[in-house]
């Protein structure tokens, strides 16, 4: 959960590479579960043109997050590491084959609105994440940040040091990822958090 993945930081150019995976390009070894209650992502998604090899699944709402979810989970449960695993194979990630499931959650706050549980069936699975090939990518807005910081997702991901992005917002949302507080940013400007530090940068947009 400290190495970062793909080529991009942002949540625009982010999302412009998600969809070059979900069109058939970027990385071969990556399926994708996004969940996106924004309709103006799906559009800007072309479904219609995404190659199925490479989409486990599109949720619209938190019931249909709730159907896909526990299959989802099966999968990931079976490639925790039995017992008898060795240390080689623990470093090689060697019991198990298959692609990394990027788990994509856009607008977190309506996902989390929608449903008691949300994704709580993936709490247990956030301390194996590298293990199991499991890859959660959350992304929420500014505004209420302080009181969802007691969500049991964002409250696991913080303690497992998830690396977070905070784009502009208010410092009075309190400390969201260790000491890190929002702050206001010129467009594209943003605080890029790890267990190492953390650093300014600057996103831009591209059309994908």
């Not at 194996?128 to 959660?136: E, I, K, P, T």
């Amino acid at each position: 959960m400290e190495v970062p993945l793909g080529r991009t930081v942002g949540n625009a150019v982010e999302v412009a590479e998600s969809l070059d995976v979900l069109a058939g390009g970027g990385p071969e070894d990556v399926v994708e579960l996004t969940v996106a209650l924004a309709r103006e992502m799906c559009d800007a998604a072309g479904l219609d043109a995404v190659d199925p090899a490479y989409l486990n699944g599109y949720a619209f709402s938190a019931s249909a997050v709730a159907d896909r979810l526990p299959a989802l989970v099966e999968v990931l449960r079976h490639r925790q590491p039995p017992p008898d695993v060795g240390v080689e194979q623990l470093r090689e990630r060697s019991w198990w084959s298959g692609p990394d499931i990027f788990v994509m959650i856009d607008d977190y706050d309506l996902v989390a609105a929608g449903s008691d549980d949300g994704l709580a069936a993936l709490l247990d699975l956030v301390p194996h994440a590298s293990d199991v090939g499991l890859r959660l990518i959350v992304a929420r807005r500014h505004s209420g940040l302080a009181r969802a910081m007691y969500d049991p997702v964002l409250t696991r991901l913080r303690e497992h040091g998830c690396m977070a992005l905070l784009m502009s917002g208010s410092p009075e949302e309190g400390a969201v990822i260790g000491s890190h507080r929002g702050a206001p940013q010129p467009p594209g400007r943003g605080l890029f958090v790890t267990a190492r530090g953390a650093q300014r940068v600057q996103v831009g947009w591209c059309p994908p």
